[in-house]
């Protein structure tokens, strides 16, 4: 079956510690998006990128990094400098970003020790 | 900038009773317009979407309809269902940049 599979589905972060993310997608999409969402908010956008090897900040960027090496994958790191990264993070992916309906994945939540 | 705006809920509703949820939007261009439903615990899921002004998306008895003049897109649905308790959210991508815009959500809670 095609789609996007995020994991783990749970995830704890100590303080100081970086935590990794992971989102694939076996859509051969072109384009792929990192979302966060709090409790009673809408979703915004961390990174998002559209080809291979390219990547773009959103609105709240500061405290994450992605890579994007491959086209079927885009992981989200959350450093230590984001000082709340307790939420839900979504991924999604599209044919080739613009209009294109987003497709997404199952989601991780992430807490903090 | 671009930007949508969804009512605010939680909306509790009764098994069989008509559901609108309201949906504005402000765009610079030319959006499409997407309803999405995310159930407890999981990703979103594409609900209907419209491209263009007048185009009526529906799925699964839902319906919206993309209207330019009141720059809307509501969700309606005639007779709701228990398994229709979710969240849903309004969308716009706007062909004048790469981005989504989502609404906050509006929580619907059907009961029997």
């Known amino acids: 079956d095609g789609g996007i599979t995020q994991s783990p589905k749970y995830l704890f972060r100590k303080e100081g510690q970086n935590v990794t993310l992971s989102c694939e997608q076996n859509?051969?999409?072109?384009?792929m998006y990192w979302y966060r969402q709090d409790p009673g908010q809408g979703l915004r956008l961390i990174y998002y990128?559209?080809?291979?090897?390219?990547?773009q900040k959103g609105d709240i960027a500061e405290g994450y990094s992605v890579s994007r090496e491959k086209k079927e994958s885009f992981p989200l790191t959350v450093t230590s400098a984001q000082k709340n990264p307790t939420a839900f993070y979504l991924c999604?992916?599209?044919?080739?970003?613009?209009?294109?309906?987003?497709?997404f994945g199952a989601g991780t939540r992430l807490s903090v020790l | 900038g671009d930007s949508v705006t969804q009512m605010e809920g939680p909306v509790t509703l009764s098994e069989e009773a008509f559901l609108t949820i309201n949906c504005t939007y402000t765009a610079t261009g030319y959006p499409s317009l997407f309803w999405y439903v995310q159930y407890p615990g999981e990703g979103l899921q594409l609900l209907l979407k419209?491209?263009?002004?007048?185009d009526k998306g529906s799925n699964k008895g839902f319906e919206a309809t993309y209207r330019k003049e009141t720059t809307s897109f509501h969700l309606e649905k005639g007779s709701v269902q228990v398994s229709d308790s979710a969240v849903y959210f309004c969308?716009?991508?706007?062909?004048?940049?790469?981005?989504?815009?989502f609404g906050t959500g509006t929580s619907l809670t059907v009961i029997p």
């Open positions: 969308a716009l991508s706007s062909n004048t940049g790469n981005q989504f815009y």
């Open positions: 859509l051969n999409h072109d384009a």
């Open positions: 419209a491209t263009k002004a007048d």
């Open positions: 999604a992916s599209s044919v080739s970003g613009g209009l294109d309906i987003q497709y």
């Open positions: 990128s559209q080809i291979v090897n390219d990547f």
